[in-house]
């Protein structure tokens, strides 16, 4: 999939890195639950990540594991997010390999170009796990396209200097005062962008 979003470079990469994001983009097919203690974190790290994917949002089907990797040997300003996880029970269990690339890069105009690869291998079943599939991917596709307007860059230092001058402030109703900065998702659990 090759898609031009409408977002700076440094947002759609740290959308990459939000389980935020991902939850908002698989909605309202999938959604994913923390199998890690304290839930899911704000911003993925390297390594592996436990999460029990649930259909529609609610039925639980099986375990899997985002395992996140930053490749090298890029060109100059391509940046890459690798998922190396994958299933281990349930019905995405039938894919033996998972391989998921995401690769940001600006554009002359200072979006993004966004570039992910998907390589699966699902033995005798590939041919019928191909279609839904790439049904799946297109709607992600679409869902990455909406969302990442909304999606915004803050500096190391920023969102959290923000959001305290907000907190400090009340508003008129003598509650704290909230944050202008654009939301990212509103189906955070455990807080991620």
């Given at each position: 999939?090759?898609?031009?979003?409408?977002?700076?470079?440094?947002?759609?990469?740290?959308?990459?890195?939000?389980?935020?994001?991902?939850?908002?983009?698989?909605a309202p097919?999938?959604?994913?639950?923390?199998?890690?203690?304290?839930?899911?974190?704000?911003?993925?790290?390297?390594?592996?990540?436990?999460?029990?994917?649930?259909?529609?949002?609610?039925?639980?089907?099986g375990?899997e594991?985002?395992?996140?990797?930053?490749?090298?040997?890029?060109?100059?300003?391509?940046?890459?997010?690798?998922?190396?996880?994958?299933?281990?029970?349930?019905?995405?269990?039938?894919?033996?390999?998972?391989?998921?690339?995401?690769?940001?890069?600006?554009?002359p105009?200072?979006r993004?170009?966004?570039?992910?690869?998907?390589?699966?291998?699902?033995?005798?079943?590939?041919?019928?796990?191909?279609?839904?599939?790439?049904?799946?991917?297109?709607?992600?596709?679409?869902?990455?396209?909406?969302?990442?307007?909304?999606?915004?860059?803050?500096?190391?230092?920023t969102a959290?200097?923000?959001a305290?001058?907000?907190?400090?402030?009340a508003?008129?109703?003598?509650?704290?005062?909230?944050?202008a900065?654009?939301?990212?998702?509103?189906?955070?659990?455990?807080?991620?962008?």
């Amino acid at each position: 999939m090759k898609l031009e979003l409408d977002c700076a470079p440094d947002a759609a990469w740290r959308a990459l890195h939000s389980p935020a994001v991902l939850r908002e983009v698989v909605a309202p097919w999938l959604d994913f639950a923390s199998l890690e203690p304290g839930g899911l974190p704000t911003t993925w790290a390297e390594g592996p990540h436990r999460l029990q994917p649930r259909a529609f949002g609610r039925v639980p089907i099986g375990e899997e594991v985002v395992d996140l990797s930053h490749p090298g040997g890029l060109p100059p300003g391509v940046r890459m997010l690798r998922d190396g996880g994958g299933a281990l029970t349930g019905p995405f269990a039938l894919f033996d390999r998972w391989d998921h690339r995401m690769a940001v890069s600006a554009l002359p105009d200072g979006r993004t170009l966004y570039r992910d690869r998907l390589r699966f291998d699902a033995g005798p079943l590939g041919v019928l796990a191909w279609y839904p599939t790439w049904a799946f991917w297109q709607w992600r596709g679409s869902r990455l396209r909406q969302l990442a307007p909304s999606w915004a860059f803050d500096p190391p230092g920023t969102a959290d200097a923000a959001a305290a001058a907000a907190t400090s402030v009340a508003a008129p109703t003598g509650r704290p005062a909230t944050s202008a900065r654009p939301a990212t998702s509103a189906r955070s659990e455990g807080g991620t962008a």
